[in-house]
């Protein structure tokens, strides 16, 4: 069994399968509530944009940020089975935890070979050039990041083109 830390999930792998797991951050967010008054009014809006207008909801999100990935992993799969994306087959603990296929690390060369997102501007898809937010799973690359409710917006405007 691996464990690897994110962002917002830890993710254990073991056999075929990889299980990703919601954090919650409280000393981080203690330490933003802290600091959100002496920050610029640029990531005061920043934050808002990603967490949400009031304050108290974008605490609220903050805190739920690994659940609410897993969420939107899993519903994305589910609606659209697309090609791209890792299949997120369970969701356990009201989303706190999912079970994806698990695949093998992807190297940098790899990626730039074979990525199915090439067309989408680095911009508007910033994932598409990490290779630790993919997978290859029998020779075939696969996003298996797509939690952040931005890269599902892309996922789905580009979905009918693939």
């Known amino acids: 069994m691996k464990i690897c830390f994110g962002g917002t999930r830890v993710v254990l792998l073991f056999g075929n399968k990889a299980v990703k797991i919601g954090r919650i951050k409280p000393i981080r967010l203690t330490l933003r509530i802290l ?3 002496f920050m610029s009014k640029k990531r005061n809006d920043l934050y808002r944009e990603v967490y949400g207008k009031k304050f ?3 605490i609220v999100n903050y805190l739920l940020i690994g659940r609410n990935s897993n969420i939107i992993e899993y519903d994305y799969y589910q ?3 697309d090609s791209r994306v890792t299949p997120t087959k369970r969701i356990l603990l009201f989303g706190w935890i ?5 695949g093998e690390s992807v190297s940098m060369q790899k990626l ?3 990525n199915p997102f090439n067309d989408i501007p680095n911009f508007l898809f910033p994932e598409k050039n990490t ?3 993919f997978c290859e799973i029998d020779g075939k ?3 298996a990041d797509y939690g952040r409710s931005g890269a599902v917006s892309i996922l789905m ?3 009918l083109e693939a």
């Open 35 to 37: 600091l959100f008054p």
């Open 79 to 81: 609606k659209t089975k």
């Open 131 to 133: 290779p630790r937010q």
């Open 157 to 159: 405007e580009t979905f």
């Open 56 to 58: 108290f909801l974008s």
């Open 141 to 143: 690359l696969f996003l």
């Open 98 to 102: 999912v079970v994806q296929d698990r």
């Open 112 to 114: 730039r070979e074979n």
